[in-house]
C-alpha cells in the first residue's frame, strides 16, 4: 500500500488504472486506507491534474466513499481554499452535498 501511495502523484495514471477494476475497490486494503491517502495527496496537490484524479475517483467509486478526496472539514472548505475547481470535481463536490455524505 505505501508503495502504490508513493507513486499517487508521480504515475498517476498507473495508480488509476490499477482501480478501473471493480473488484479492487472491493478489497479492505483499498476501501479502509487506500482510497482516502490517495485523494488527500491528489487534493493536496492542488493542480488541475490532482483535482482531476480526485473527480475521478469519486466519480467510480461503486458506492459512497468513506472520506475520498477529503480535506478533514467537509467538501465546502476546502473548495473555497482552491484557486480553480475543475468542473468534473465541482460535480462530485455538489452530489455529494446534496446526498449529505463527505467526500
Not at 490499477?18 to 483499498?30: G, T
Request: aromatic residues 4%.
Amino acid at each position: 500500500m505505501v508503495a502504490v501511495e508513493a507513486k499517487a502523484v508521480s504515475n498517476r495514471e498507473e495508480v488509476l488504472a490499477l482501480l478501473k477494476d471493480a473488484e479492487a475497490w472491493r478489497r479492505p486494503l483499498v476501501q479502509q486506507f487506500l482510497l482516502e491517502r490517495i485523494g488527500r495527496r491528489y487534493l493536496a496537490e492542488n493542480s488541475d491534474a490532482g483535482l482531476r484524479a480526485c473527480a475521478w475517483l469519486l466519480d467510480h467509486a461503486p458506492a459512497p466513499p468513506r472520506s475520498i478526496c477529503s480535506s478533514g472539514h467537509g467538501p465546502g472548505a476546502r473548495r473555497s481554499a482552491l484557486a480553480q475547481v475543475p468542473a468534473a470535481l465541482e460535480k462530485q463536490i455538489d452530489n455529494s452535498a446534496a446526498s449529505g455524505r463527505t467526500t
